[in-house]
């Protein structure tokens, strides 16, 4: 059985690739933070492979562990480490580099194709993702393509993000339903910027927390449950306070947060937050996650951001929509009680003449003989009508009015 040592900063990673390699057949004969105890690791226990972390504690590099080996006995270096692109790393230093993320099934072949190398001098594929071979010593004109390589892979990722945000924009534009929107939101950021885990989280008052609206990667039950309190004791919390972007690349290390439950059930390692302002305040806080370290760039701060922005639009389109809505079913409940209203007015016309057979004839547009027989219903005092002055055996006369 073939030992490996690791050097690994992070112990949490450090497990994760103990436990892969022992289950891939390697005996782990021991684990370093430092370039010292990697040294005095190899040194004692002779191990056949390394699987070595770029940074390391202290300020170290494991390069300074393979330069302070003596690799005539045949140990195979394997550097395990984010950005490896970056690393500038040559056969002097080791066999192969595997960039982060990565799988325990790509580690365990990764050490096979390390293995093959030391033993035969050749790699055969296939390779894992994020996996090379480390070439002879860079010379300044392979150094210069190097450059150029990155700088291309780097146009390529940001025309990309630039690209699916711009798609974004327009789908967000053309859909009403807010909660297909966020869905979308975070399956796009999850994608352009390489992590398993997204979420959107809504700031809620009465509570004064943050809880998951939308998210992807996560258990369903973290979905409309899972919550972290709004201030700067929790990364989202923080980000939404400040209203600046908050980044953790390894928040076992990082004792200013305290991070809710969901994060240690899914293991998460590294986490960034950025605010989703709408003016006022805010609606809440979108967050990407990670199990292993990541690193974030300009680029990727101003690519969520951007994203956050898109977003913040969303929900204030969505609340003008509600807004107008909930005018409109006002409007419509007026109508309806004023045509109710007439309704009941107009019945009631309709039943006072039903009773009162009609209009009255006004006093002055009567007859003589009208007028006379209505003053008959006077009562009468002495036999004098009261009101009127006629006696009632005496006629009217033709000018019925003298007598009023």
Request: hydrophobic share 40%.
């Amino acid at each position: 059985m073939l030992k490996v040592m690791i050097a690994e900063d992070d112990l949490m990673i450090a497990d994760m690739l103990e436990d892969a390699l022992v289950e891939g057949g390697y005996e782990v004969c021991g684990i370093a933070r430092t370039v010292e105890k990697g040294v005095e690791i190899c040194k004692h226990c002779k191990p056949n492979l390394a699987v070595l972390d770029f940074r390391l504690a202290e300020g170290g590099l494991g390069t300074e562990i393979a330069a302070q080996l003596s690799r005539r006995d045949g140990l195979g270096i394997l550097y395990a480490m984010g950005n490896a692109d970056h690393a500038n790393l040559t056969k002097a230093d080791g066999e192969a580099c595997l960039g982060k993320p990565y799988s325990p099934e790509d580690v365990v072949r990764a050490l096979e194709i390390v293995e093959q190398i030391v033993s035969t001098g050749a790699a055969s594929r296939p390779f894992p993702k994020g996996f090379y071979v480390l070439d002879g010593i860079l010379d300044s004109d392979k150094a210069a393509d190097f450059d150029i390589a990155e700088a291309k892979r780097q146009i390529r990722r940001l025309r990309g993000q630039q690209a699916e945000l711009a798609s974004f924009g327009i789908f967000a534009l053309h859909e009403s339903d807010l909660h297909n929107v966020l869905t979308e939101a975070v399956r796009v950021c999850a994608e352009c910027l390489n992590v398993p885990f997204c979420k959107i989280s809504r700031y809620r008052q009465e509570e004064n927390d943050l809880v998951v609206e939308a998210g992807v990667g996560w258990n369903q039950s973290v979905i409309g449950c899972g919550s972290a309190k709004a201030d700067e004791t929790t990364p989202q919390g923080r980000a939404f306070i400040t209203g600046v972007p908050v980044i953790c690349g390894d928040l076992a290390q990082d004792s200013s947060f305290l991070v809710p439950s969901f994060y240690a059930e899914h293991g998460i390692i590294s986490t960034f937050n950025v605010i989703i302002s709408t003016g006022g305040t805010p609606y809440g806080v979108l967050g990407i996650d990670s199990p292993v370290q990541h690193d974030y760039d300009e680029h990727d701060i101003a690519f969520l951001k951007g994203f956050a922005n898109v977003v913040a639009e969303a929900v204030g389109t969505s609340k003008r929509i509600a807004d107008m809505q909930t005018a409109v079913d006002r409007m419509r409940d007026m109508v309806v009680d004023r045509d109710l209203l007439l309704a009941a007015k107009n019945a009631l016309s309709g039943r006072e003449k039903r009773l009162g057979g009609g209009a009255t004839t006004p006093r002055s547009q009567q007859s003589p003989a009208r007028l006379w027989d209505a003053r008959q219903t006077t009562p009468d005092y002495n036999g004098f009508s009261w009101k009127s002055g006629y006696r009632r055996d005496c006629p009217p006369s033709n000018n019925v009015d003298q007598g009023l």
